[in-house]
């Protein structure tokens, strides 16, 4: 991208940042938790160059742990998970920017959500440089409601309508295919919206889709975290939790491209496992009564479904 588009982006990236991690402060109440803020900045002796900010909030009222991480790097060459669906990129030096967020909230009733936009480009040698876009949003409860299913799908589909009918059934199917623990056969959450190496639109209507997503995510969660944070829960609900939070561990560091690109790049280490929760445990092979709400999450809604009209 020119430096004119580049600077359109990371302005728009660190406003959006501002605005989400401002919204959860201000449901922490004013005696809340706080977000602390950590700027930091890649030297020339790093595999990376660039800077970013990385805000994280701990032990609040309303959120255990929430992490809300913008970053802005350009590095020597393209690591192998920016390149498997593009080979003809292979070593070309690029920049990557975008805002990505994992909340996990103190209630159990509460679901965990995650959401991601980005921008990379690529700057192979003798050509012209090719720019991309990824991101998406999905949630992840431990109980689960069809009424709030519907509304996270409803406001992804609204986000893409506007630049193509076919978007949201493509990038639903995507996230459901993505957010799916290989290895247990079993899907992360009720899914949402992901897209990724995504330059169909061209940069203009690419970056206005990536904004309509970035700017829907409020619309799309805080409702939700308002009708469930008052739900009462006790020892059980927060045992389970915590052994559902133990697949979200699995899968962002088994399967998780976003983890492996930051990684492999020499990315900040404290900044992408920003997405960690404070508490994760694992049960061997566990069981849970048929018909239990516990039970109900596996068979109704950790499953592929049409969420608006089914």
Request: glycine share 10%; net charge negative.
């Amino acid at each position: 991208m020119s430096a004119l588009e580049s600077s359109s982006v990371r302005a728009y990236l660190l406003d959006l940042q501002e605005r989400i991690t401002g919204a959860l402060e201000h449901l922490e109440g004013a005696q809340g938790a706080r977000f602390l803020r950590d700027a930091w900045e890649k030297g020339p002796q790093e595999r990376l160059q660039g800077d970013g900010v990385t805000k994280i909030l701990e032990r609040g009222q309303v959120f255990e742990r929430a992490g809300c991480g913008f970053s802005h790097v350009r590095g020597a060459q393209l690591p192998p998970s920016a390149t498997q669906h593009r080979p003809e990129l292979a070593g070309a030096p690029f920049e990557a920017m975008g805002v990505s967020l994992v909340f996990h909230p103190v209630n159990p009733y509460v679901p965990t959500v995650h959401m991601n936009v980005r921008m990379i480009s690529a700057m192979p040698q003798g050509r012209e440089a090719v720019s991309w876009f990824g991101g998406g949003m999905d949630l992840t409860p431990v109980y689960g409601f069809e009424e709030d299913a519907r509304h996270f799908h409803r406001v992804c589909h609204q986000a893409l309508a506007p630049f193509g009918a076919d978007l949201y059934p493509r990038f639903k199917l995507w996230c459901d295919e993505y957010f799916y623990l290989k290895h247990r056969q079993e899907q992360r959450g009720i899914g949402g919206i992901f897209f990724d190496d995504f330059a169909e639109l061209g940069q203009e209507q690419g970056f206005a889709m990536l904004q309509s997503v970035g700017d829907a995510f409020l619309q799309a969660y805080l409702p939700i975290v308002e009708w469930r944070q008052g739900t009462p829960y006790g020892e059980r609900e927060v045992q389970f939790q915590r052994y559902r939070r133990g697949r979200y561990v699995e899968f962002n560091l088994v399967w998780d491209r976003g983890t492996h690109f930051g990684l492999q790049s020499g990315g900040r280490t404290e900044s992408i496992l920003l997405s960690m929760p404070l508490h994760a445990d694992w049960s061997y092979q566990r069981q849970d009564p048929p018909g239990s709400p516990e039970a109900e999450l596996l068979s109704k809604y950790l499953v592929r479904r049409d969420w608006i009209n089914g």
